[in-house]
């Protein structure tokens, strides 16, 4: 079945850096878009970044612009997330998320369980 | 940046009938999704491009939009669809994703 599986959260100090990871399995991952959304605890969903099919094509949310960096490697299926100079707003459940092959309208689908990325001194 | 406005909270009593509102400039002219999240889990999608339900998703749930308002809809609403719902559009003007601000729906 479809599933992605994210990796790499914990406490990080205020500045640091942290790498999230996602894996993918059931569906050709090379073919489709993908996004990190984050979700701050007891607040909704922000949508972070997305990543065409090719890798070409980048965009960021304003609030993580210049931070942090996503990338991705079709041989290895995965998807990951940089994010530098971590701020205590970062704090938030980190979910990937599948979008469609368009890049166009998408919506999401499946998303990963999440990981957890806690900036603190 | 585009700005989607939903009610923080809804209502329902057993067996009645849901609506969850989601309004944005000129949201007719673009393609709406929305997302069911319960307690301690990850979001789930229930309804994209505006109308069209993905399977394993019961046909309680359906979409709609009129003028600058797109609605979800739970008919005989149960007990286990008390959850956060939160609509998804994207915006062509910065390629941007953008979500509602979510809604608590209560079952009572």
């Known amino acids: 079945q479809v599933q992605l599986v994210e990796s790499g959260g914990g406490l990080v100090k205020p500045g640091g850096s942290l790498r999230l990871s996602c894996t993918a399995s059931g569906f050709i991952f090379s073919d489709y878009y993908m996004s990190w959304i984050r979700q701050a605890p007891g607040k909704g969903l922000e949508w972070v970044s997305y990543i065409s099919s090719s890798g070409s094509m980048i965009a960021y949310a304003d609030s993580v612009k210049g931070r942090f960096t996503i990338s991705r490697d079709d041989a290895k299926n995965s998807l990951y997330l940089q994010m530098n100079s971590l701020r205590a707003e970062d704090t938030a459940v980190y979910y990937c998320?599948?979008?469609?092959?368009?890049?166009?309208?998408?919506?999401?689908?499946?998303w990963g369980q999440g990981t957890l990325v806690t900036v603190s001194s | 940046s585009y700005v989607l406005t939903q009610p923080p909270s809804v209502s329902v009593a057993p067996g009645k009938t849901a609506r969850i509102t989601c309004g944005g400039n000129s949201i007719g002219s673009r393609s709406v999704h929305w997302y069911q999240q319960k307690p301690g889990q990850a979001p789930v999608l229930v309804i994209y491009?505006?109308?069209d339900r993905p399977s394993g998703i019961p046909e309680r749930f359906s979409g709609s939009k009129s003028g600058n308002t797109a609605t979800l809809t739970i008919t005989r609403a149960e007990a286990g669809d008390e959850a956060d719902y939160y609509c998804h559009v994207w915006d062509s003007s910065n390629d941007h994703r953008v979500f509602g601000g979510g809604t608590r729906l209560t079952v009572l």
């Open positions: 491009y505006d109308t």
């Open positions: 998320v599948r979008e469609c092959t368009s890049g166009y309208d998408c919506w999401f689908d499946p």
